[in-house]
T-cell receptor, first 111, second 113 residues
Framework: QKEVEQDPGPLSVPEGAIVSLNCTYS??????FMWYRQYSRKGPELLMY????GNKEDGRFTAQVDKSSKYISLFIRDSQPSDSATYLC???????????FGQGTTLQVKP | DGGITQSPKYLFRKEGQNVTLSCEQN?????MYWYRQDPGQGLRLIYY???????QKGDIAEGYSVSREKKESFPLTVTSAQKNPTAFYLC????????????FGPGTRLTVL
């Protein structure tokens, strides 16, 4: 079993939809949780950075962490065609820099 | 502009040859990282360095080597010992008080012919 599991998709939604992207993990020591957006053939871009459980909101994006269920989510409201990309979750046990990444979910937002 | 640069963007190599990928950052970040990304897989850590003249192996270091002689630079050498080197290579950097908050370069796509 992989330490971090992420549904690869692809996920296709109409413009304006609410998108939910999810990752599950097995290591209860993980405390830091990140979401990255990666456009085709580009480097990943850090979207959200959270510590421990709870919610964090930034514009149309909300990151949610449920450590009791070992489950994290990224919600995108009012999705736009420019949101079409691969979304990667990443996590780590402490401030070590040794992150474990999910395999990424490919999202397509259709106009 | 502050950022991370990787060169070249595309690289072709014959089997049996070593090749060096460049990574430079002007963000004054302390730590630097190398990842490998294969289709349908997440990023896997090759090497990382939290301070100049020091570096540690990541999860898949076999067949790779690095150096960190300057804070701004962290070159990665893919040696002929790496059995399956064709991949997308990504360099990242971060500050010491937030190692997990990593910022990535544009990547180098290496193809072994």
């Amino acid at each position: 079993q992989k330490e971090v599991e992420q549904d690869p998709g692809p996920l296709s939604v109409p413009e304006g939809a609410i998108v939910s992207l999810n990752c599950t993990y097995s290591n209860s020591a993980f405390q830091y949780f990140m979401w990255y957006r990666q456009y085709s053939r580009k480097g990943p871009e850090l979207l959200m950075y959270t510590y421990s459980s709870g919610n964090k909101e930034d514009g149309r994006f909300t990151a949610q962490v449920d450590k009791s269920s070992k489950y994290i989510s990224l919600f995108i409201r009012d999705s736009q065609p420019s949101d079409s990309a691969t979304y990667l979750c990443a996590m780590g046990p402490g401030n070590t820099g040794k992150l474990i990444f999910g395999q990424g979910t490919t999202l397509q937002v259709k106009p | 502009d502050g950022g991370i640069t990787q060169s070249p963007k595309y690289l072709f190599r014959k089997e049996g040859q070593n090749v060096t990928l460049s990574c430079e950052q002007n963000l004054n970040h302390d730590a630097m990282y190398w990842y490998r990304q294969d289709p349908g897989q997440g990023l896997r850590l090759i090497y990382y360095s939290q301070i100049v003249n020091d570096f540690q192996k990541g999860d898949i270091a076999e067949g790779y080597s690095v150096s960190r002689e300057k804070k701004e630079s962290f070159p990665l050498t893919v040696t002929s010992a790496q059995k399956n080197p064709t991949a997308f290579y990504l360099c990242a950097s971060s500050l010491a008080d937030s190692y997990n908050e990593q910022f990535f370069g544009p990547g180098t796509r290496l193809t072994v012919l």
